[in-house]
């Protein structure tokens, strides 16, 4: 199961109204807990939440549009502008910054190409870096999750 | 023909765009706002880029996120729609230097028609009519006198530094004339502390008229026709009506001719409109030029028989201007609403919020470009404009009461619409004489606001 599924099982959970989700099979164990509002109703889809014989299915039907609010755990850094996303300076460098690591606000994280310009983009949070969201090399828009961090 | 266009625009208009581009076998790319994710235009668009927050000079306006975001998509050209910008000759020459066609005139003919004083002097020179005017300012009574005497009573005495109705004067006579000149003067040199004035023609009940103009990169320049759009509240157009109540065979190809004389002066290319404004005894004067297509073209469309959004994309790559448009005749009448999300009985304050029910008229003759749709929530940060109603018929008083027909179908809850009131206009006696002028709407509103439920 891949972090894209996992991130349509959130958002499912949540458009549902599901506080929590356990599944086991094969070797593999996951479970889900979404903080749910008191305000959304408390009810559970009869419909099954993933179809589990084709999982490449779990795609959304939108346009590559920003993803609608999955539940973020903890901070994103978000892009500020449209190009094309490089986690490092230049292709032969090591990447700006390593799952693990400690960031400031001043830290730049990664550079954005736009209309021929490398911009450098700095975090302006601070936190652990858990996962690293946008892609080397591909194009990024604006608002878009590069970094989550805790 | 282009493989790939990116939409600069949003709402109605980026839906029209697409539209054009499905059926000419071109992808689509739309940008968007944040709030915007859930419009219409991002939905039907092959691709898709979210290029910023909802502020419009954060996103729309943002020429770097744009240009980005043409490049990321790989995209052969821009059509800017209309605001935002469409007008923005610094735009088109981003464009041409990216290598991207801007789907619309040259950045240079939007800088000379852009300018109202650049514009009025290239019709000028075109011998197109202007409204006359002191070429600069009143020296004394002496010279105001003599300058009205030769544009011809009535004239307007206004301030330079003017504005809100302030330090101007109507003058229909010299006792009168000699009055407002000191008044004026006065007024606005305790407004503006400038007291200095021009004179300039006025126009008595005047009609706003605008002549559709559209040039290939040939050199070809043809026009489709006017559109009255005299019916306006504080300056914003609320109905159009093509052809205009007024118009006769030979003043139309008076004025298609000035238009056209005037285009091929300044190597104009795609669409453009003229807009004049003409007296009761079929006087035109020059006002401003539009170098891009309008809000209202869908009445042209209608009764050309021309796909206007299409041909724009067409003319821009390279194609000449078809045998189709070039021969197009006027058949019937059309007239468009447009439907704002505003409250007629408070002051056409807008309303944004969410649309709950939404049942769009049809049947033979109507057409609805609109964006809304049944549950779309409408975004506080843009014009209140959600819907156009087209009404097509053969005859004036058949597409007015076809236009009252579907306006009478239109269900949207949910938000206050200015449907009533249109409404209202469409079963007035003298809209439907088709005697009106400028003034009309402000002085139907004087009586209060008349709602058709």
Same mark, same amino acid.
């Given at each position: 199961?891949?972090?894209?599924?996992?991130?349509?099982?959130?958002?499912?959970?949540?458009?549902?109204?599901?506080?929590?989700?356990?599944?086991?099979?094969?070797?593999?164990?996951?479970?889900?807990?979404?903080?749910?509002?008191?305000?959304?109703?408390?009810?559970?889809?009869?419909?099954?939440?993933?179809?589990?014989?084709?999982?490449?299915?779990?795609?959304?039907?939108?346009?590559?549009?920003?993803?609608?609010?999955?539940?973020?755990?903890?901070?994103?850094?978000?892009?500020?502008?449209?190009?094309?996303?490089?986690?490092?300076?230049?292709?032969?460098?090591?990447?700006?910054?390593?799952?693990?690591?400690?960031?400031?606000?001043?830290?730049?994280?990664?550079?954005?190409?736009?209309?021929?310009?490398?911009?450098?983009?700095?975090?302006?949070?601070?936190?652990?870096?858990?996962?690293?969201?946008?892609?080397?090399?591909?194009?990024?828009?604006?608002?878009?999750?590069?970094?989550?961090?805790? | 023909?282009?493989?790939?266009?990116?939409?600069?625009?949003?709402?109605?208009?980026?839906?029209?765009?697409?539209?054009?581009?499905?059926?000419?076998?071109?992808?689509?790319?739309?940008?968007?706002?944040?709030?915007?994710?859930?419009?219409?235009?991002?939905?039907?668009?092959?691709?898709?880029?979210?290029?910023?927050?909802?502020?419009?000079?954060?996103?729309?306006?943002?020429? &770097?996120? $744009? /240009?980005?975001?043409?490049?990321? !998509?790989?995209?052969? @050209?821009?059509?800017? +729609? *209309?605001?935002?910008?469409?007008?923005?000759?610094?735009?088109?020459?981003?464009?041409?230097?990216?290598?991207?066609?801007?789907?619309?005139?040259?950045?240079?003919?939007?800088?000379?028609?852009?300018?109202?004083?650049?514009?009025?002097?290239?019709?000028?020179?075109?011998?197109?009519?202007?409204?006359?005017?002191? &070429?600069? $300012? /009143?020296?004394?009574?002496?010279? !105001?006198?003599?300058? @009205?005497?030769?544009? +011809? *009573?009535?004239?307007?005495?206004?301030?330079?530094?003017?504005?809100?109705?302030?330090?101007?004067?109507?003058?229909?006579?010299?006792?009168?004339?000699?009055?407002?000149?000191?008044?004026?003067?006065?007024?606005?040199?305790?407004?503006?502390?400038?007291?200095?004035?021009?004179?300039?023609?006025?126009?008595?009940?005047?009609?706003? /008229?605008?002549?559709?103009?559209?040039?290939?990169?040939?050199?070809?320049?043809?026009?489709?026709?006017?559109?009255?759009?005299?019916?306006?509240?504080?300056?914003?157009?609320?109905?159009?009506?093509?052809?205009?109540?007024?118009?006769?065979?030979?003043?139309?190809?008076?004025?298609?001719?000035?238009?056209?004389?005037?285009?091929?002066?300044?190597?104009?290319?795609?669409?453009?409109?003229?807009?004049?404004?003409?007296?009761?005894?079929?006087?035109?004067?020059?006002?401003?030029?539009?170098?891009?297509?309008?809000?209202?073209?869908?009445?042209?469309?209608?009764?050309?028989?021309?796909?206007?959004?299409?041909?724009?994309?067409?003319?821009?790559?390279?194609?000449?201007?078809?045998?189709?448009?070039?021969?197009?005749?006027?058949?019937?009448?059309?007239?468009?609403?447009?439907?704002?999300?505003?409250?007629?009985?408070?002051?056409?304050?807008?309303?944004?919020?969410?649309?709950?029910?939404?049942?769009?008229?049809?049947?033979?003759?109507?057409?609805?470009?609109?964006?809304?749709?049944?549950?779309?929530?409408?975004?506080?940060?843009?014009?209140?404009?959600?819907?156009?109603?087209?009404?097509?018929?053969?005859?004036?008083?058949?597409?007015?009461?076809?236009?009252?027909?579907?306006?009478?179908?239109?269900?949207?809850?949910?938000?206050?619409?200015?449907?009533?009131?249109?409404?209202?206009?469409?079963?007035?006696?003298?809209?439907?004489?088709?005697?009106?002028?400028?003034?009309?709407?402000?002085?139907?509103?004087?009586?209060?606001?008349?709602?058709?439920?």
């Amino acid at each position: 199961m891949d972090i894209k599924e996992i991130r349509s099982l959130i958002d499912l959970m949540k458009k549902n109204g599901v506080a929590v989700f356990k599944m086991e099979k094969e070797g593999f164990k996951i479970t889900l807990k979404t903080a749910v509002s008191s305000g959304s109703p408390q009810y559970i889809s009869t419909q099954p939440l993933v179809q589990w014989n084709e999982p490449s299915s779990i795609t959304d039907a939108a346009p590559t549009a920003a993803p609608a609010d999955p539940v973020v755990v903890g901070i994103e850094v978000k892009s500020p502008m449209v190009g094309t996303f490089y986690d490092s300076p230049s292709p032969e460098s090591p990447a700006f910054i390593a799952v693990g690591q400690e960031i400031t606000p001043d830290t730049v994280v990664c550079i954005i190409e736009a209309m021929k310009v490398m911009n450098e983009v700095k975090a302006e949070v601070s936190g652990t870096v858990v996962e690293i969201c946008a892609e080397n090399g591909k194009p990024v828009q604006y608002g878009q999750a590069l970094f989550r961090l805790k | 023909m282009f493989k790939k266009i990116l939409i600069a625009n949003r709402g109605e208009i980026a839906l029209r765009i697409i539209r054009a581009c499905k059926e000419l076998g071109v992808q689509s790319v739309a940008i968007y706002s944040e709030p915007d994710i859930h419009s219409l235009h991002v939905q039907l668009a092959d691709e898709a880029i979210c290029i910023g927050p909802a502020a419009s000079s954060d996103s729309y306006l943002k020429i &770097d996120r $744009i /240009i980005s975001a043409a490049e990321i !998509a790989d995209v052969d @050209a821009i059509h800017p +729609g *209309y605001g935002f910008l469409a007008e923005n000759a610094h735009f088109a020459d981003v464009c041409d230097s990216c290598n991207i066609k801007f789907i619309g005139p040259t950045a240079q003919a939007i800088r000379m028609m852009g300018d109202k004083n650049s514009a009025r002097d290239c019709a000028r020179a075109s011998g197109v009519p202007i409204s006359p005017g002191s &070429d600069g $300012i /009143i020296a004394d009574e002496a010279e !105001a006198l003599r300058v @009205a005497r030769k544009i +011809g *009573y009535p004239v307007m005495i206004k301030a330079v530094a003017g504005g809100g109705g302030r330090g101007m004067r109507i003058a229909s006579n010299e006792g009168s004339l000699v009055q407002g000149y000191h008044a004026a003067r006065m007024e606005a040199e305790k407004a503006f502390g400038n007291g200095a004035v021009y004179i300039e023609k006025f126009i008595v009940n005047p009609h706003h /008229i605008e002549f559709q103009v559209f040039g290939d990169q040939h050199g070809r320049v043809v026009h489709l026709g006017e559109r009255d759009c005299s019916l306006q509240r504080r300056n914003q157009k609320i109905v159009e009506e093509c052809p205009s109540p007024l118009m006769t065979p030979e003043l139309r190809k008076k004025m298609g001719d000035a238009s056209i004389k005037l285009c091929e002066s300044v190597g104009y290319q795609n669409a453009g409109t003229i807009e004049y404004l003409v007296d009761d005894a079929g006087n035109f004067y020059f006002m401003e030029m539009n170098t891009r297509i309008q809000v209202e073209h869908p009445i042209t469309e209608e009764v050309y028989g021309c796909d206007l959004v299409k041909h724009q994309i067409q003319i821009a790559a390279g194609e000449h201007l078809s045998d189709h448009v070039i021969n197009a005749q006027p058949r019937g009448h059309a007239i468009e609403c447009r439907i704002n999300a505003e409250d007629p009985e408070k002051n056409f304050q807008p309303c944004p919020g969410n649309i709950d029910l939404y049942y769009a008229p049809g049947g033979r003759g109507i057409r609805i470009d609109s964006h809304a749709y049944a549950g779309y929530p409408i975004p506080p940060n843009y014009d209140s404009m959600i819907a156009k109603v087209i009404a097509t018929a053969s005859n004036r008083t058949a597409c007015i009461n076809r236009m009252s027909r579907a306006l009478g179908e239109y269900m949207i809850t949910g938000i206050k619409t200015t449907i009533p009131f249109q409404q209202a206009i469409m079963q007035n006696s003298d809209f439907r004489r088709g005697a009106y002028h400028t003034g009309f709407v402000e002085s139907l509103l004087l009586k209060g606001v008349p709602t058709v439920r």
